[in-house]
Nanobody, 125 residues
C-alpha cells in the first residue's frame, strides 16, 4: 500500500549527469528496501541499484557500477539515483521499487511489491 513517484528524468548529453528522485507515500518508508530498475525499448527490465533500509548497504548492476550512486533520505521518504558519465546506452525508462520484507538490497524485480510510474532518461550522443 505504497505509492512511488519518480521525477528528475530528461534529456542530457553523453557525459552529463542527472539526479533522479523517488518520493514515497506513507510513514513507513524506512521499512522498505528500495531499488532502481530501467527498461529500454526492446530490452528486458534491468536492475540498476538497490539500497538497504538504513542506507548503509548498496548494490549496483555491472553496467552502472562506478557511475551511478543510490542514496536515501528516510526523513523525507525519498530515494535518489545520481547518474554521472551518462552514455547513450543508459537511455531508458527508470523505475523505483519498494520491497517490505528483506533487510538488504535484492536485484530481482519480481521480488519487489511496489513500483512507480517511471521517468524517461534520454542520453544523446
Amino acid at each position: 500500500q505504497v505509492q512511488l513517484v519518480e521525477s528528475g528524468g530528461g534529456l542530457v548529453q553523453a557525459g552529463g549527469s542527472l539526479r533522479l528522485s523517488c518520493a514515497a507515500s506513507g510513514r513507513t518508508f524506512s521499512s522498505y528496501v528500495m531499488g532502481w530498475f530501467r527498461q529500454a525499448p526492446g530490452k528486458e527490465r534491468e536492475f540498476v541499484a538497490g539500497i538497504s533500509r538504513s542506507g548503509g548497504r548498496t548494490n549496483y548492476g555491472d553496467s552502472v557500477k562506478g557511475r551511478f550512486t543510490i542514496s536515501r533520505d528516510n526523513a523525507k521518504n525519498t530515494v535518489f539515483l545520481q547518474m554521472n558519465s551518462l552514455k547513450p546506452e543508459d537511455t531508458a525508462v527508470y523505475y523505483c521499487a519498494a520491497e517490505p520484507t528483506r533487510w538488504i538490497p535484492i536485484n530481482l524485480g519480481s521480488e519487489y511489491d511496489y513500483w512507480g510510474q517511471g521517468t524517461q532518461v534520454t542520453v544523446s550522443s
